[in-house]
């Protein structure tokens, strides 16, 4: 037996001394100090001169991995890698901060991929986290393992904020990894950690955002019985207006948000012109299209709303042809986002019923807003209208 045997051999001892439950084979032998039946943590393969299997039940000091794999390695006649602090450097390097966490996503699995050479890489989003970026990711209902873990060819790496469960990361490496690879991931995980987090923050905003104009809608949904539901609708159905359109991520997040609090103004509105079932007069009716003012000059003492959803409350009763309310806009002057709520608004309005009115069906409210094309509503829209809600 060479050296690198009896090294390897001596740290097994050394193993079974600190009472770590380990499972070692080397060629045909089996070394093992396994208690329990707990959760194989880290398992690897070595296949070179030599074959060496090595599975640990928890997690190993970083420098032992480290000496570990390089006496095996040496034992198995493979090659080894270069200086870890070296990998680590060159990782910090490639990491590029940024705000937006699908781009720091992005990065990380790019360097991530580059470092070890993997084949494959995913991310995977907790099915319980809510943001505004879900639908970009692949979600998960598993329940997220607190540590590092790896299986011969696949690691997967959580990525717990806070005690909140954010998703983890899976990498795929065909030909194995190994103990080196393992402790270099646990390296690393301090900055892939800090990286999501900083870009976290935007994502934090928007959370904090979304439940707050939840409860707008709640606080409508009270005095307007239907409301949470009808801005649903307009809801999904904007998601893919944008989407059809092209939208910028942002815009869609404002479509989203808009979507939510556009008749917001209508809590100052008295609750018998809301619910009235008879035709109104013109002073209640002049009431009624105050909610628009009311709703902007509530929605702007909350400065952390963007103005592109501002707009869209005080604008969403616009008509094309200028007959629209507050100003009297037309055509393009109104702004777009506020012109898709606007219409996906008297849209599904047509499909329920009203106090004053029965509800239509689907082919009859397409048809009405067809007729108003080009005249209360953009032509493009509201053939994109027709594209959106074809499956409905
Ligand atoms: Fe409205």
């Known amino acids: 037996m060479n050296k690198f045997h009896n090294l390897l051999l001596e740290n ?54 480290l000496s ?26 490639n990491l590029k901060p940024n705000i937006k966490f699908k781009k720091t996503i992005e990065n990380i699995k790019k360097t991530l991929k580059s470092t070890f050479s993997l084949d494959e890489i995913k991310f995977y989003l907790s099915a319980n986290t809510k943001f505004f970026e879900n639908i970009e990711f692949i979600t998960s209902t598993e329940r997220i393992i607190p540590y590092i873990s790896c299986n011969i060819d696949k690691m997967r790496i959580p990525v717990i904020l806070e005690n909140l469960d954010l998703g983890y990361f899976v990498l795929i490496r ?67 207006f944008g989407e059809i359109l092209n939208l910028s991520n942002k815009n869609i997040q404002n479509l989203k948000f808009g979507s939510m609090i556009f008749d917001i103004g209508k809590i100052g509105i008295p609750e018998k012109i809301l619910s009235k079932k008879g035709e109104l007069t013109l002073e209640e009716n002049n009431l009624i299209k105050k909610h628009v003012i009311y709703g902007y000059n509530l929605v702007s003492k909350i400065p952390t709303i963007p103005e592109e959803v501002k707009k869209i409350v005080l604008y969403h009763h616009e008509k094309w042809n200028g007959e629209g309310y507050p100003e009297g806009l037309t055509g393009d002057n109104i702004p777009l986002l506020a012109q898709i709520i ?46 959106v809600v074809k499956n409905d």
Do not use: M, W
């Open 12 to 65: 097994i001892n050394t193993l079974k001394l600190l009472g770590i439950d380990f499972r070692i084979i080397i060629d045909n032998e089996i070394y093992e100090n396994s208690s329990s039946n707990k959760k194989e943590h880290i398992k690897v393969q070595y296949k070179g001169k030599h074959y060496v299997e090595i599975v640990f039940f928890e997690n190993i000091d970083y420098i032992f991995l």
């Open 68 to 93: 570990l794999d390089s006496i095996v390695k040496d034992f198995c006649s493979i090659k080894k890698e270069k200086d870890i602090d070296e990998k680590i450097l060159n990782f910090i390097s």
């Open 342 to 387: 606007g219409l996906l608004d008297t849209y599904y309005s047509l499909l329920e019923d009203r106090p004053y009115r029965s509800k239509l069906p689907k082919t009859k409210a397409i048809e009405l807003i067809d007729s108003y094309s080009d005249v209360f509503f953009n032509p493009i829209l509201v053939d994109v209208l027709k594209e």
């Open 174 to 240: 065909n030909k194995g990894f190994t103990l080196y690879d393992y402790a270099l991931i646990y390296k690393l995980n301090d900055y892939i950690k800090k990286n999501i987090e900083n870009s976290f923050l935007e994502n934090k905003f928007n959370i904090i955002l979304d439940k707050s104009l939840n409860v707008l809608t709640i606080i409508l949904e009270t005095r307007v019985p239907g409301a949470e539901k009808h801005c649903e609708n307009i809801l999904k159905s904007a998601i893919k």
